[in-house]
Nanobody
Framework: VQLQASGGGLVQAGGSLRLSCTAS????????MGWFRQAPGKEREFAGA????????SYADSVKGRFTISRDNAENTVYLQMNSLKPEDTAVYYC????????????????WGQGTQVTVSS
């Protein structure tokens, strides 16, 4: 199983980035997908999740209204559109595949990607 995250980079505050995570080696549509982030010196935190068919989403309060998670099961890919970025959004962003409860309540996933760095300058 591989989850390949991409799309990170350096952006100014107020800017946008779109992260992608492409999965292989698993039945992608069988899993809810989540995005998590970890800033230096901090614990990993939940950012957002989407149900197996894209009908349901959940977001951390800190990103609600600015981030949008979506998925394309035909492409085995989950996306995180990040708008109105703030310096406090700076972190390594990870995608994960798992069940809804584990992703949204326990910060756990069955499979994890390698992470992509997002840096927001002020």
């Amino acid at each position: 199983v591989q989850l390949q995250a991409s799309g990170g980079g350096l952006v100014q505050a107020g800017g946008s980035l779109r992260l992608s995570c492409t999965a292989s080696g698993l039945t992608f549509s069988a899993y809810s997908m989540g995005w998590f982030r970890q800033a230096p010196g901090k614990e990993r935190e939940f950012a957002g999740a989407v149900t197996w068919n894209g009908s349901g989403t959940s977001y951390a309060d800190s990103v609600k209204g600015r981030f949008t998670i979506s998925r394309d099961n035909a492409e085995n890919t989950v996306y995180l559109q990040m708008n109105s970025l703030k310096p406090e959004d700076t972190a390594v962003y990870y995608c994960a595949a798992g069940n809804w409860y584990d992703l949204t309540q326990r910060n756990r996933g069955n499979y994890w990607g390698q992470g992509t760095q997002v840096t927001v300058s002020s």
